[in-house]
Nanobody, 113 residues
């Protein structure tokens, strides 16, 4: 199983980005997927997760600003990020909740003016 995360970049405060996580195998669509992030000098933290049926949950720090969704026909999970803040700057990773877990390679999000 391989995961590829992309869509990061440099954005000004208040801007938006959409991250995508694409899975290589059919197991992707029948398991939960999560987004995590790791800022410099900090531990990796959970951001949001979505079940195979579409039920989702978001960390309090991003609730109301970020939305996780999925398109099982494309083996893809998205993270729509709006009203971005400098403290959202981090490397964002996706994780497939299967066995011990499979991680994507990460995509850098930088929020700065």
């Amino acid at each position: 199983v391989q995961l590829q995360a992309y869509g990061g970049g440099l954005v000004q405060p208040g801007g938006s980005l959409r991250l995508s996580c694409v899975g290589s195998a059919s197991v992707f669509r029948v398991n939960s997927v999560g987004w995590y992030r790791q800022a410099p000098g900090k531990q990796r933290e959970w951001v949001a997760s979505i079940s195979n049926s579409g039920g989702s949950d978001h960390a309090d720090s991003v609730k109301g600003r970020f939305t996780i969704s999925r398109d099982n026909t494309k083996n893809t999970v998205y993270l729509q990020m709006n009203s971005l803040k400098p403290e959202d700057t981090a490397v964002y990773y996706c994780k497939l909740f299967l066995r011990a877990g499979y991680w994507g390679q990460g995509t850098q999000v930088t929020v700065s003016s």
